[in-house]
T-cell receptor, first 112, second 113 residues
Framework: TQLLEQSPQFLSIQEGENLTVYCNSS?????LQWYRQEPGEGPVLLVT???GGEVKKLKRLTFQFGDARKDSSLHITAAQPGDTGLYLC????????????WGAGTKLIIKP | DSGVTQTPKHLITATGQRVTLRCSPR?????VYWYQQSLDQGLQFLIQ???????AKGNILERFSAQQFPDLHSELNLSSLELGDSALYFC????????????FGPGTRLTVL
């Protein structure tokens, strides 16, 4: 059974601070996606990482895919209240059919 | 706007009742996924359809069923509703291939009283 574990489950920090959230698995994924979900809305894709060791930047957000393609991290620099939301990672695992495995999410609150 | 539409946006009903949630995928997408999200929790995958056929099944209760029609829209039927079924239900679609990026609809908030 493939499992994606996200940590921490909850994080509350002050505006301007930096933070890192993690997404870990014992399985190898062909790709990994990060989504952000705001209250009452559906998740929205932020980025897809495909290559082991890949780093992608989206303004103040930096995403990294582990060399072994089993883990990923999301680093936010100088967090802002607008970054508040639930951050979900989802791994694309190919077995007999493509199967997207979802983590439980990190709930992030940025206080002004 | 993801291009995925869901109706209704809100639904309030009583225990024991049956409801139908509707989803229209993005134009050209063949896969439809249904998820349940309870308060302050992650997404629970329910079921996936691809071009009209069931592709994958998650933690979907026997009281729940779904189908995808020839025009690719999908319906999720929830019956014998219980208080614990109150949740946000999301539909997502993806392009042919089944494992690509999922685009989520705005969700249907179901409240069972």
């Amino acid at each position: 059974t493939q499992l994606l574990e996200q940590s921490p489950q909850f994080l509350s920090i002050q505006e301007g601070e930096n933070l890192t959230v993690y997404c870990n698995s014992s399985s190898v994924f062909s790709s990994l996606q990060w989504y952000r979900q705001e209250p009452g809305e559906g998740p929205v894709l932020l980025v897809t990482v495909v290559t082991g060791g890949e780093v992608k930047k989206l303004k103040r957000l930096t995403f990294q895919f582990g060399d072994a393609r089993k883990d990923s991290s999301l680093h936010i620099t100088a967090a802002q209240p607008g970054d508040t939301g639930l951050y979900l990672c989802a791994g694309d695992f190919f077995d007999s059919n493509y199967q997207l495995i979802w983590g439980a999410g990190t709930k992030l609150i940025i206080k002004p | 706007d993801s291009g995925v539409t869901q109706t209704p946006k809100h639904l309030i009903t009583a225990t024991g009742q049956r409801v139908t949630l509707r989803c229209s995928p993005r134009s050209g997408d063949l896969s439809v996924y249904w998820y349940q999200q309870s308060l302050d929790q992650g997404l629970q995958f329910l079921i996936q359809y691809y071009n009209g056929e069931e592709r994958a099944k998650g933690n979907i209760l026997e009281r729940f069923s779904a189908q995808q029609f020839p025009d690719l829209h999908s319906e999720l039927n929830l019956s014998s509703l219980e208080l614990g079924d109150s949740a946000l239900y999301f539909c997502a679609s993806s392009a042919p291939g089944g494992g690509d990026t999922q685009y989520f609809g705005p969700g249907t908030r179901l409240t069972v009283l």
